[in-house]
T-cell receptor
Framework: DQQVKQNSPSLSVQEGRISILNCDYT??????FLWYKKYPAEGPTFLIS?????DKNEDGRFTVFLNKSAKHLSLHIVPSQPGDSAVYFC???????????FGKGTRLSVIA | DTGVSQDPRHKITKRGQNVTFRCDPI?????LYWYRQTLGQGPEFLTY????????KSRLLSDRFSAERPKGSFSTLEIQRTEQGDSAMYLC????????????????FGSGTRLTVV
C-alpha cells in the first residue's frame, strides 16, 4: 500500500512560470511533510518541510501548502528556473520514530 | 564534516557474489538509515540504527541482507548471493532524533551506491 502518492510522473514548465507539484497521503497519523530534490547520480537533498500545525511554509521561491482535510500537499516554485529541473520527492512521517515514507517522485523539466 | 559519505559509488558484480557497502554519516547524527531506490520509484526504507542498535527492519530486507553499525559511527550493508533484482541505488542517510514538534531538516542523504548485478 502506497501511503504517499505523487500521481504525476513528470511535469514540464516554461522558465519564469510557476511549477506546482502535488502529493497525496493516506496515513492520517502523518504530521510532518518534506520535499526533497534529486539530481541524477546524487542523493536526495532537503528542500522544504511543513508541520501539520501549519498550512503554509515559504522559503524564497519555494512554498509548500498543506490541506489536512484533503490529505494533500503541494509544492509551488515561482519563478521556475532551468536549474530547478530535477526529480522531486514528497516524504512524510508520523509523530513517532518511524522512518520517512517517500512518494515515487515527479520529474520537473523547466524549459528555457 | 562534509556530509554523508558512501563507498563505493558504483559496484558491478556477478550474480551470486557477495557485496558490501559502507556509509559514514554526519558525526553528530546518531540515527542512520538505509534506503533502496529503483528506477521509477522513490526511496524505499530498508533499515535504521540509533547509535549501534538496529531498531527497525523493512520486510524488503530479506535474509540475504545484513546491516551493521558496530560502534555507532559508520555502517555497512552486505548483500549475500546477489540476484539481478538487487540492482538498485542504495542510499544511506543520517539524522538527529526528532524532538517534539521542532521542525527539522529531515535526513541528510549520501550520494548512494549504484549496484548492478549481471
Amino acid at each position: 500500500d502506497q501511503q504517499v502518492k505523487q500521481n504525476s510522473p513528470s511535469l514540464s514548465v516554461q522558465e519564469g512560470r510557476i511549477s506546482i507539484l502535488n502529493c497525496d497521503y493516506t496515513n492520517s497519523m502523518f504530521d510532518y511533510f518534506l520535499w526533497y530534490k534529486k539530481y541524477p547520480a546524487e542523493g536526495p537533498t532537503f528542500l522544504i518541510s511543513i508541520s501539520s500545525i501549519k498550512d503554509k511554509n515559504e522559503d524564497g521561491r519555494f512554498t509548500v501548502f498543506l490541506n489536512k482535510s484533503a490529505k494533500h500537499l503541494s509544492l509551488h516554485i515561482v519563478p521556475s528556473q532551468p536549474g530547478d529541473s530535477a526529480v522531486y520527492f514528497c516524504a512524510a512521517r508520523d509523530s513517532g520514530n518511524t522512518p520517512l515514507v517517500f512518494g515515487k517522485g515527479t520529474r520537473l523539466s523547466v524549459i528555457a | 564534516d562534509t556530509g554523508v559519505s558512501q563507498d563505493p559509488r558504483h559496484k558491478i558484480t556477478k550474480r551470486g557474489q557477495n557485496v558490501t557497502f559502507r556509509c559514514d554519516p554526519i558525526s553528530e547524527h546518531n540515527r542512520l538509515y538505509w534506503y533502496r531506490q529503483t528506477l521509477g520509484q522513490g526511496p524505499e526504507f530498508l533499515t535504521y540504527f540509533q547509535n549501534e542498535a538496529q531498531l527497525e527492519k523493512s520486510r524488503l530486507l530479506s535474509d540475504r541482507f545484513s546491516a551493521e553499525r558496530p560502534k555507532g559511527s559508520f555502517s555497512t550493508l552486505e548483500i549475500q548471493r546477489t540476484e539481478q533484482g538487487d540492482s538498485a541505488m542504495y542510499l544511506c542517510a543520517s539524522s538527529l532524533p526528532r524532538t517534539g514538534n521542532l521542525q527539522t531538516n529531515g535526513y541528510t542523504f549520501g550520494s548512494g551506491t549504484r549496484l548492478t548485478v549481471v
